[in-house]
């Protein structure tokens, strides 16, 4: 089945303690990214990568990093979580597009994390 | 910059009534334009979408058309059922491959 998977589903953790979202897409996508939704805020793009060592910033890239060394994983990390990260996490992937840039996206289940 | 505003909801409407869920953009370039829709505890599926003016986008009864003298992409359903019952959000992706996304519209339908 084709499909986007992210781990953990649920995350309760402390402020500064490092941690790592996963994500991973089987369907050979080249275009992955990360969102944080928030209610009143909407869906905010974190990161994104076009492709494997190719990553750029969204609108809200502060206090997180990514890496893409390989196609199929694109992990979200949180260096030193702060409560003001409390969200709810979507990684996304997608295919590239005849003549460049990408289109459908295809969303994971979601994250909920909980920074006390 | 580049931006997204759509209706607040909540929307409540009974079933077999017409929707329309207003939204309208900021963009330099020409983006493409889509609606995405959110089912409890799920994450966003497409609905539709258009890349260019003028493009009608259709699924599922819903239809929305690519403005671009009006800069909007209104969502529209003839008579919707109470499946319909969802979030759904408004969003462009920049010709630079950065997606953004509206603040969503909660709809319920009741019997």
């Known amino acids: 089945e084709a499909q986007v998977t992210q781990n953990p589903r649920y995350l309760i953790t402390v402020t500064g303690k490092k941690l790592t979202v996963t994500c991973s897409q089987n369907?050979?996508?080249?275009?992955m990214s990360w969102y944080r939704q928030d209610p009143g805020l909407g869906l905010r793009q974190i990161y994104y990568?076009?492709?494997?060592?190719?990553?750029d910033k969204g609108d809200v890239p502060e206090g997180y990093k990514v890496s893409r060394k390989e196609k199929r994983n694109f992990p979200l990390i949180l260096e030193s979580p702060s409560p003001n990260q409390t969200s709810l996490y979507f990684c996304?992937?997608?295919?590239?597009?005849?003549?460049?840039?990408?289109?459908?996206?295809?969303f994971g289940p979601g994250t909920r994390l909980t920074v006390l | 910059g580049n931006s997204v505003t759509q209706m607040e909801g909540p929307v409540t409407l009974s079933e077999e009534a017409f929707l329309t869920i207003n939204c309208t953009y900021t963009a330099t370039g020409y983006p493409s334009l889509f609606w995405y829709v959110q089912y409890p505890g799920e994450g966003l599926q497409l609905l539709l979408k258009a890349t260019k003016a003028d493009d009608k986008g259709s699924n599922k009864g819903f239809e929305a058309t690519y403005r671009k003298e009006t800069t909007s992409f209104h969502l529209e359903k003839g008579s919707v059922q109470v499946s319909d019952s969802a979030v759904y959000f408004c969003?462009?992706?920049?010709?630079?491959?950065?997606?953004?996304f509206g603040t969503g519209t909660s709809l319920t339908v009741i019997p």
């Open positions: 369907m050979n996508h080249e275009y």
């Open positions: 996304a992937s997608s295919p590239h597009i005849t003549g460049g840039g990408t289109d459908t996206q295809y």
């Open positions: 969003a462009l992706r920049h010709t630079g491959n950065q997606f953004y």
């Open positions: 990568s076009m492709n494997v060592e190719v990553t």
